[in-house]
């Protein structure tokens, strides 16, 4: 099938948050703190303006608590007192002139006495740089499987390195952006964003009303990523404010720059490997460090850490683990969800680390890797059985023929000789990522969807996930279609709407498809049976049932309902972070070929190929694109994409100098898929999103390594540190 | 504020304007005539989402002033036909939808003048349409699908 909504956008009918037509309405603006950490003394109005024009709001006008709710609420709506980092919201003004409420928001002065800032999360901060606990640590958490202490004692061979990541900004093409108005006494707010009911709770939270005098839609969104997981509460709150003060409709919709500047970005990663192993390559022991940057609230900092520490250890099969991490507070930017979620820092160092080993035994990678990847019946590093029938090895001998891996070996020994000023290398990773929420996240969400049987006979799919690019509106008529026997065209998918829709969860976490797709086979069964029929009744049997409920019911309403079930056999200790990770994970072997010139230190990827194993394939043609667009940011993130800070605030907030790939900067990006079908997933499904972004940058500078014979250890490897390891 | 009045072709029909002279021609398609198709991404002409023609050539609209295009012709993504973008719907060329319209525009130009293929590759002549969803393959492919028949975009 086709994405559904393909053609709107392609024709520009699509309408964005910024597109919606809005009647007498407000600009609205952010005023934002200078400073990384400090008193607020005063704030200063310009004396240009005339500021009987603008509507102001500040901390004061909040209704409720003065916080944004998540995980803690230490995270103000506007800053009151305090400011934590630069680029912290403290007042916002609106205008009817977008560009008179710019000029009114650079002439309000936020005048601020500074206090130490705590900047480097790699180091042990000062007493008088602590703002959180006793030692600026959001969050701890640690995982030991065996004794790794002993095991390492004992290993014939010990290799250590330390590996860093950077941080990495989402680039959604559509920036963050909010309308928010009143309808009666219902405060509708309007945007973009992918967890309708995170924003409905954070405004009911804030702004201290119930749910029935708050409606939040997702508008149709242009790229997400994360960026739009937990960010949209905040400016949700901003334009809800400045609507309720000014009793009119008001636009919020950041430029690029201010969203670069002030929105959340991947978790900056310092990773420890210390690797015991047997002189032929076998794992004896993992100990592992992960330290990530939080930033300046703890906003999603905890869950990051959880999923990076799980997947740390890598694919493989070791008896002694040991994985401590820590999320460390700083006065930088908050950091926040960005696709992968942890997984691709830590995995980066895995399988960096991995090849390091080999170099090290004087060992084959490819040989390093089938040695270790794990079999069924082997348990992960949290104990977990991994019993799913994927054949790992396969998937890495899959991508070793489709890439030619070893006659390209070859090619490039003799290419490298007769060159002077070129270098070719081929370099790859193994590695996996899991499912859904982590551990007993999905049995906490308690997913419900439900599918509205419609007079016509026709179905509307009713859930609070939503389409930003990856192809939820298409897969979920897929999924409902391909169930009842029916056409796409039968198929309706409502909007987003916290008035009409029940809270399936957030768009987040590579859930979509597996676990919400799954709620819709369940509530179209249910539905199915509420007209008598079983399941299997497929095609116009259905319709005409539906069709007749409502001759039979007039001003009656058919619905079916699922509520998320957890696959039987999960079992997850929180305390000792032992158990069942995942429901399931995807598994994948990334291989990539670059060239280097060795006299401009650039790299450049010639060739790229994915396999990946991901249950049963919905959508080729969709599948395909998730692939190669996170195997593309995933380039970017190993080569290109720096976040350069200053004071904890990111300073090349322009697409000018913060570079990301364009179709000249990378090859064509193959992708396979090996198929072994997932039981509780929708039709074998598993999650695909955020699994391609893990991959490429081990893989890439795997190849580097080889092309230059370096070891480079930290992304992103821009010519400036390729230069600095080569000469 | 002075305004000073614009007259220009959009789209195959005659408009006139009073507007700032410093609008930019972005804003006065979206906000003033409420042309949303052409999308803002970057607002300093590096992602190409905002791509339209102005007398026949692919430009920036974020960078340029209307007061420029008085006399010229201007044509938005509002203006090609639907049944031009079936090779970018089955190749995946869109995802989130956000470059797609600047993407189109940039494409179907490329499409009109395949002798650019003798010196340039696709690659090297979409490079100014920042794509962050589909890693350019369905781009290419589906310029690839439609090339090769000289047709002009509108």
């Known amino acids: ?727 | 504020m002075s305004t000073v009045q614009v007259v220009f072709t959009l789209n195959g029909a005659a408009v006139s304007l009073d507007l700032d002279p410093a609008e930019r021609l972005l804003d006065t398609l979206r906000y003033r005539l409420g042309l949303t198709g052409t999308k803002e991404g970057c607002g300093e002409g590096e992602c190409g989402a905002c791509t339209v023609y102005l007398d026949g050539l692919p430009v920036n609209s974020c960078l340029v002033p209307t007061y420029q295009v008085r006399g010229a012709r201007v044509e938005s993504v509002e203006a090609i036909a639907a049944e031009r973008l079936g090779p970018f719907l089955a190749q995946g060329a869109t995802q989130c939808g956000a470059c797609t319209p600047g993407v189109v525009m940039t494409a179907l130009w490329i499409g009109a003048h395949p002798e650019l293929l003798e010196t340039h590759t696709i690659r090297e002549l979409m490079a100014g349409n920042l794509c962050r969803c589909t890693g350019y393959d369905g781009i290419v492919d589906a310029v690839n699908t439609a090339l090769g028949h000289g047709e002009p975009p509108v």
């Open chain 1, 1 to 727: 099938m086709q994405r559904r909504e393909g053609l709107a956008k392609l024709t520009g009918r699509e309408r964005y948050v910024d597109d919606l037509p809005l009647e007498n309405f407000l600009w609205g603006m952010t005023v934002r703190s200078p400073a990384p950490r400090g008193r607020i003394t005063a704030v200063r109005f310009g004396k240009d303006v005339d500021w009987s024009e603008f509507v102001i709001v500040d901390h004061r006008d909040i209704p409720g608590p003065n916080e944004i709710l998540l995980i803690e609420r230490d995270q103000p709506v506007l800053a009151a007192s305090h400011v934590r980092h630069v680029h912290e919201a403290v007042l916002l003004v609106a205008h009817t002139s977008r560009e008179m409420a710019r000029r009114a928001a650079q002439a309000v002065e936020i005048v601020v006495v500074p206090e130490p800032a705590a900047l480097d999360f790699r180091v042990a901060p000062r007493p008088e740089q602590i703002q959180y606990g006793a030692d600026n640590v959001l969050k701890r958490l640690k995982i030991e499987k065996g004794d790794v202490e002993r095991a390492l004692a004992h290993a014939p061979v010990v290799v250590e390195g330390a590996y860093e990541t950077g941080a990495q900004e989402h680039v959604y093409l559509e920036t963050q952006g909010m309308i928010a108005w009143l309808e009666e006494d219902v405060l509708v707010v309007k945007g973009s964003m992918q967890c309708p009911y995170y924003v409905l709770n954070a405004l009911q939270h804030a702004l201290r009303r119930d749910e029935r005098r708050v409606r939040v839609i997702q508008a149709p969104t242009g790229g997400g990523f994360g960026g739009k997981e937990e960010y949209p509460s905040t400016i949700a709150l901003h334009a809800a404010l400045l609507a309720l003060k000014a009793r009119r409709p008001v636009k919020l919709v950041y430029d690029r720059s201010e969203d670069m500047a002030a929105t959340t970005k991947r978790h900056p990663a310092l990773v420890r490997h210390r690797t015991g192993l047997t002189e032929d390559g076998r794992l004896l022991a993992q100990d592992i460090e992960v330290i990530l940057d939080g930033g300046a609230y703890v906003t999603l900092s905890p869950v990051v850490l959880s999923r990076g520490i799980i997947h740390a250890a890598g694919p493989y099969a070791c008896d002694h683990v040991r994985i401590a991490g820590r999320a460390m507070f700083s006065n930088a930017v908050p950091f926040g969800a960005f696709r992968g979620f942890g997984a691709p820092q830590t995995l980066f160092a895995c399988e960096r680390h991995m090849d390091v080993i080999a170099r090290t035994l004087r060992m084959d990678p490819v040989e390093l890797r089938r040695k270790n990847l794990i079999r069924d019946g082997q348990r992960t590093a949290t104990g977990q059985v991994i019993q799913d029938g994927t054949d790992r090895v396969a998937v890495l001998e899959r991508a070793l023929a489709l890439s030619t891996f070893e006659e390209k070996r070859r090619a490039h020994t003799a290419f490298n000789a007769a060159q002077r000023s070129k270098r070719r290398g081929i370099g790859l990773a193994t590695f996996y990522h899991g499912a859904g929420f982590t551990g007993g996240g999905e049995v906490h969400l308690n997913s419900r969807l439900r599918v509205a049987g419609l007079p016509d006979g026709r179905i509307e799919v009713l859930s609070a996930n939503i389409e930003m690019g990856q192809g939820t509106l298409t897969v979920f008529t897929q999924i409902a279609a391909e169930r009842l026997g029916v056409t796409p065209d039968d198929v309706v998918i409502g909007e987003p709407d916290t008035a009409r829709v029940p809270n399936s969860g957030p768009t987040v976490a590579s859930r979509t498809t597996m676990v919400v797709g799954h709620l819709i086979e369940r509530a179209v069964d249910d539905l199915r049976t509420r007209v008598g029929l079983d399941d299997r009744a497929r095609g116009s049997v259905v319709k005409d049932a539906i069709a007749h409920w409502y001759a039979a019911h007039p001003g009656g309403r058919l619905v079916g309902e699922a509520v998320y079930e957890a696959p039987p056999g999960i079992s997850w200790d929180e305390q000792r972070y032992q158990g069942d990770a995942y429901g399931a994970f995807a598994w994948a072997a990334y291989v990539a070929e670059v060239e280097v010139d060795l006299r401009t230190c650039a790299t450049r990827v010639i060739d790229f190929v994915a396999v990946q194993e991901v249950g049963k394939v919905i959508n080729p043609t969709l599948a395909r694109g998730q692939v190669q667009g996170g195997v593309v940011q995933g380039v970017g993130w190993a080569l290109m994409e720096e976040c350069k800070f200053k004071d904890g605030a990111m300073v090349n907030n322009q697409l000018t100098n913060y570079l990301i790939p364009t179709s000249d900067d990378v090859p064509p990006i193959r992708v396979a898929f090996v198929e072994n079908p997932y039981p509780h997933g929708a039709q074998g499904a598993k999650g695909l999103g955020e699994l391609p972004i893990d991959g490429p940058a081990p893989a890439i500078l795997n190849a580097v390594a080889a092309a230059t014979g370096t070891e480079p250890r930290a992304i992103p490897l821009t010519p400036e540190r390729l230069m600095d390891l080569t000469r």
